[in-house]
Nanobody, 128 residues
Framework: QVYLVESGGGLVQAGDSLRLSCAAS????????MGWFRQAPGKEREFVAA????????VYADSVKGRFTISRDGAKNTWYLHLNSLKPEDTAIYYC?????????????????????WGQGTQVTVSS
C-alpha cells in the first residue's frame, strides 16, 4: 500500500509560480514510478508529468512542456511539480499518483490507467 499526500496548491495570478509536493509512505522509494495529473471542472482527469523509478526518465504533456518540471527528493520520499508561467487554463485539482506495476527502470508512465494509488488532490487556481 502506498499513501500519497499532496500539498502546495493555492490561488495565484497568471505568470506566477507554485511548487506542489507529494509525500509518499509505504514501499521503498524506487519501487514505483510517479506521475502528476489534473482535473478541471467538467473535464476528465488528464496527464501532466511523470518520472521513472530511476528518476532519470521524465515525460510531460505538451500543454505544460517548458513550464512545468517534475523532480524528487529520495531522502524525503517526496516528489515535486514545479509550475512556472502559470495560465488560467492550468486551473484544476492536481493529483499525484504511484504506479507499482513494475515499469522499466528508466521509463516514465503517462497512462492514467497504469497508476494504482492516488492522493487526495490539491487545488490550483490561476486568475487572469
Amino acid at each position: 500500500q502506498v499513501y500519497l499526500v499532496e500539498s502546495g496548491g493555492g490561488l495565484v495570478q497568471a505568470g506566477d509560480s507554485l511548487r506542489l509536493s507529494c509525500a509518499a509512505s509505504g514501499p521503498p522509494f524506487s519501487t514505483y514510478a510517479m506521475g502528476w495529473f489534473r482535473q478541471a471542472p467538467g473535464k476528465e482527469r488528464e496527464f501532466v508529468a511523470a518520472i521513472s523509478r530511476s528518476g532519470v526518465g521524465t515525460v510531460y504533456a505538451d500543454s505544460v512542456k517548458g513550464r512545468f518540471t517534475i523532480s524528487r527528493d529520495g531522502a524525503k520520499n517526496t516528489w515535486y511539480l514545479h509550475l512556472n508561467s502559470l495560465k488560467p487554463e492550468d486551473t484544476a485539482i492536481y493529483y499525484c499518483a504511484a504506479s507499482t506495476r513494475g515499469s522499466s527502470w528508466n521509463v516514465a508512465i503517462d497512462r492514467k490507467n497504469d497508476y494504482d494509488y492516488w492522493g487526495q488532490g490539491t487545488q490550483v487556481t490561476v486568475s487572469s
